[in-house]
């Protein structure tokens, strides 16, 4: 089985070629090969949070491969209303982050009393890591930090931990933020494999393994920003990887089944 952690409904960036619904995203999983996927509401990350959750909530009642993350943001302290969701019997599995898109830095006094509230009553936080150059909201150690005050929430920083190309080289990548999370040496945090480095240069998933290791990666892809062809490249790197068979399914399926919940949903 593949668990991609780290997918989107809808319409990414307002961009008509970075848009899937959930029957579009299905095909996706055949076309890939993956068996589930975890999506938050693009809607959710660049409108209305609360009206995106609301879609996203009627999508995964209508699919059988779909779980889901609310997306919450400080700035509107009622979109907090929807982790009812999570204490339902839906199929929401998580909470999804994203500071670069709300406009707010994580070490932001306002910020951090509302995600402390947050992570004390749920179990998985996704966090957007910030990374382009240019961009520093969600930074990898500042989220590591706070991470550490939650011991009983489990997090998965996106993007390989915030890894970005230069803009003058861009295939040179930039592991500083995988390296300080490796640091801190948190058993609650997980890196996600969601940025196209990692397929068109191996180098980067070699380097997360050996920095961060298979216990603490899982697969995401960032769909539909990435489609069917590239999720199938990145699992193709992965599998191609020098390391054991069961550590490559730690990173595709067993990391990710236990963050979720998988067997308690079947």
């Keep these: 089985m593949i668990i991609d952690i780290h997918g989107h409904l809808g319409n990414i960036n307002q961009a ?5 619904d959930a029957p579009e995203l299905e095909r996706y999983l055949d076309e890939a090969g993956v068996d589930r996927l975890c ?28 779980l889901g993350y609310v ?11 929807d982790l009812a969701l999570l ?16 406009g707010y830095h994580i070490k932001s006094h306002v910020a951090q009393i509302f995600l402390d509230q947050v992570a004390r009553r749920v179990s998985l936080m996704l966090f957007h890591v910030s990374c382009m150059p240019g961009t520093g909201f969600a930074d990898a150690e500042r989220i590591a930090e706070f991470a550490s005050r939650h011991p009983d929430t489990h997090f998965v920083l996106a993007h390989v931990a915030g ?8 295939y040179f990548p930039n592991l500083e933020g995988l390296e300080k999370v490796a640091a801190f040496h948190l058993e609650n945090v997980y890196v996600d494999t969601a940025h196209y480095l990692m397929y068109v240069y191996p180098g980067v998933m070699e380097q997360m393994v050996a ?12 769909v539909p920003l990435q489609g069917p062809a590239q999720m199938r490249f990145a699992l193709e790197t992965i599998r191609a990887l020098d390391i054991p068979d069961d550590d490559k399914d730690k990173i595709l399926y067993a990391n990710a089944a236990k963050l979720i919940g998988l067997e308690r949903r079947q």
């Design 163 to 170: 890894i970005y190309q230069n803009p003058q080289y861009p």
């Design 16 to 20: 008509p070629f970075w848009a899937a």
């Design 87 to 102: 204490e339902s019997e839906s199929k929401f599995i998580g909470v999804k982050i994203h500071p670069d898109y709300h």
């Design 211 to 222: 920095t961060i290791g298979a216990d603490h990666i899982v697969f995401g892809t960032d």
């Design 39 to 66: 999506i938050s509401a693009a809607k959710s990350l660049m409108y209305d949070a609360r009206e995106g959750n609301a879609d996203l909530d009627q999508a995964l009642k209508a699919s059988t491969r779909l």
């Design 71 to 81: 997306t919450v943001n400080p700035m509107f302290p009622e979109s907090m209303e």
